[in-house]
């Protein structure tokens, strides 16, 4: 089997930009206010990145994040 040894992640704890896992807290709790990113702000532009079918089905990550703030305001 060629599968053997490949780990498949939930889609939905995969960042939609880097597909990297993005830790959403909301998989461990269903209440979306313990996630890490309640308490972030979105610069619009990074909705911009993510594919139309992942818009609100799958968290951006804090990685993907912190670089495109450090790429708006440089």
Known sequence: DNNIGVIYMDETKQ????????NCGTHVN???S???C??????KEI???VPDEKIRKA?????CL????QLSTS
């Open 47 to 49: 909705f911009e990145l």
């Open 59 to 63: 968290c951006i990550c804090a990685t």
């Open 34 to 36: 313990v996630c890490w």
């Open 38 to 43: 309640a308490l972030e702000a979105f610069p």
């Open 66 to 69: 912190a670089t495109v703030k």
């Open 15 to 22: 960042c939609p930009i880097c597909k990297q896992e993005n």
């Open 30 to 32: 269903e209440n979306p």
